[in-house]
């Protein structure tokens, strides 16, 4: 009985150190510590040279043995990536990054963010895809994932993991050249009216997410904007976006449709956001009721049929530099005012409607309102704007922003409804001038939006 109460002893002490998860367990190391290389080594640069963008005719590699020197900056283990590798060449200052198809649904496990390997060329195809360039298996006039039982013969995984130092860019240094490396924005925030207490977003999580969903990052440096992109599969889509801001870390890649740059990040942890908002100092009153008195002011633009008709009426509707500006639009019988850069080829497209006088001098509890619909969202873009000084020119004007709800609109269709902004304006007294400033840049700043229903009222 003895001897069989210390072979079981023993058992259990094997299985439960067996059973131990370890680095080594999670990315098994070979034993071979040296891997030799056969064939020609090349840079990804090199690699994505063999594409020609202007017949876009897929390249296969065919009796070049030659592999493909690379890191791994991206990791699946969050979702956010799908049977994809993104690579890059050097660990830090990087300066070409390629997508590698790969039919494996945990790569994590194996090819970890940071891990050195080497690509075999030979049988491999390269095209672009949406504007990123990609590498994989010719399957007619595809490039699809390398399939499981070819990884192996493509992809040489080392023993180096290396640390991984994003490049750091502003986000109007956005360039193609960037494309699918590992970049760090830092003094960034999301949109304001991503994060209102009515409606706080999701990174992925929202209803109208089909399979990305879309967030403004904005610039607290320069203004400029880019988008978040995450994936509906992901793990952490319903995860609500942080409120402050700070850094961001990720993949640098295009949207869907190749109309502008975005921004995919491995997991939440590549959020750093530890600094206070950096929003303008919006016009701020103490006014005790901004929902009664008479009404001072309204435009409902059922009699605005035409431009004219709407200058004629006191508007002032400008483009600064001389393209579209808002004009009268129609839908099921009723009027509004609406603007949008789409079809347009203007970078930037600034457009402001300037509203006529409205005297304030013998009116307390002011309220100024208004109802705003967006379509075909691709930005927030709109912004409105008060004065009691207002010189006639919209860029000689000093103007006070006000906290204006702009909704985010579907993205691939008209909005369903206006949205409903409500503004104490009870400290602003004399002739005061409100105003709606645009400012798109065709094609991916091109929001759609539709105004109505702009009332004034008091006592």
Not at 101 to 121: A, Q
Not at 185 to 200: A, D
Not at 409 to 437: M, W
Request: proline share 4%; glycine share 6%.
């Amino acid at each position: 009985m003895k001897n069989f109460n210390l072979i079981v002893t023993v058992l259990f002490a094997f299985l439960a150190t067996s059973c131990v998860k370890t680095d080594d367990f999670q990315l098994p190391e070979s034993k071979n510590k040296e891997i030799n290389i056969e064939g020609n080594i090349t840079g990804i640069s090199a690699v994505k040279s063999n594409f020609n963008p202007e017949t876009e005719e897929i390249y296969v590699f065919s009796e070049t043995n030659t592999v493909m020197e690379a890191c791994v900056v991206s990791s699946d283990e969050g979702g956010n990536f799908y049977k994809e590798l993104v690579l890059q060449d050097k660990p830090e200052n990087p300066t070409a990054g390629i997508l590698l198809l790969v039919d494996d649904n945990s790569l994590f496990e194996t090819y970890n963010f940071g891990r050195k390997i080497y690509v075999k060329l030979d049988g491999l195809a390269l095209w672009s895809n949406n504007g990123v360039h990609q590498l994989g298996v010719q399957n007619r006039g595809d490039v699809v994932a390398i399939p499981p039982s070819r990884i192996d013969d493509h992809i040489i995984r080392t023993m180096e993991t290396a640390e991984i130092l994003p490049l750091q860019l502003e986000i109007s240094e956005f360039n193609e050249r960037h494309e699918n490396l590992f970049i760090k924005v830092k003094n960034v925030q999301f949109n304001l009216n991503l994060l209102r207490e009515q409606h706080h977003y999701t990174f992925a999580g929202e209803i109208t997410d089909e399979y990305d969903g879309e967030r403004q990052l904005e610039s607290c440096r320069t203004g400029a904007s880019a988008m978040l992109s995450t994936s509906t599969f992901s793990g952490f889509k319903s995860l609500y976006l942080p409120e402050n801001s700070g850094s961001v870390k990720g993949i640098l890649t295009r949207n869907f449709y190749d109309d502008y740059f975005v921004i995919a990040v491995n997991s939440p942890d590549d959020f750093n956001f530890d600094e206070d908002r950096c929003d303008p100092e919006f016009l701020k009153c103490e006014g005790d009721n901004i929902r009664g008195g008479s009404l001072i002011f309204e435009e409902n633009f059922i009699n605005i049929a035409s431009l004219s008709a709407l200058e004629n009426n006191g508007w002032t509707n400008i483009n600064v530099n001389g393209g579209k500006a808002f004009e009268p639009g129609t839908f099921d019988g009723n009027r509004y005012i609406r603007v949008s850069a789409y079809n347009t080829e203007e970078t930037p497209m600034e457009v402001w409607l300037v509203s006529p006088p409205i005297d304030l001098d013998e009116v307390s509890e002011a309220n100024l309102s208004f109802e705003i619909m967006s379509s075909y969202d691709n930005a927030t873009i709109l912004s409105v704007l008060v004065t009691e000084e207002f010189t006639g020119n919209v860029l000689t004007t000093n103007w006070r922003p006000v906290d204006a709800v702009i909704p985010i609109g579907p993205t691939n269709q008209y909005g369903k409804r206006f949205v409903k902004s409500e503004i104490d304006i009870t400290c602003l007294k004399g002739d005061i001038h409100f105003a709606f400033r645009y400012l798109g840049a065709a094609p991916d700043k091109s929001t759609t939006y539709h105004i109505d229903n702009i009332r004034i009222s008091g006592n």
